[in-house]
């Protein structure tokens, strides 16, 4: 299971969070310096990473059932 998380502005593609990654990932010359800002900051990875348990982990059972 994976956990994305992607921002986008007119419909491009600046940055992505990967759960696999564990990081941020930059797209575009703006992408790279919000990706590098997010990176560097421990608590919000923390958090992100979080997110995987929080949304996939938890319903994961009901999107198995519900095939």
């Given at each position: 299971?994976?956990?994305?998380?992607?921002l986008?502005?007119?419909?491009?593609?600046l940055?992505?969070?990967?759960?696999?990654?564990?990081?941020?990932?930059?797209?575009?010359q703006?992408?790279?310096?919000?990706?590098?800002?997010?990176?560097s900051?421990?608590?919000?990875?923390?958090?992100?990473?979080?997110?995987?348990e929080?949304?996939?982990?938890n319903n994961?059972?009901?999107?198995?059932?519900?095939?």
């Amino acid at each position: 299971i994976e956990f994305i998380r992607s921002l986008y502005y007119n419909k491009v593609e600046l940055v992505r969070f990967s759960s696999s990654l564990g990081k941020f990932v930059g797209f575009t010359q703006f992408g790279l310096k919000v990706a590098d800002q997010f990176n560097s900051d421990a608590a919000f990875l923390a958090q992100m990473n979080a997110q995987k348990e929080t949304y996939c982990l938890n319903n994961v059972d009901v999107d198995y059932q519900a095939i």
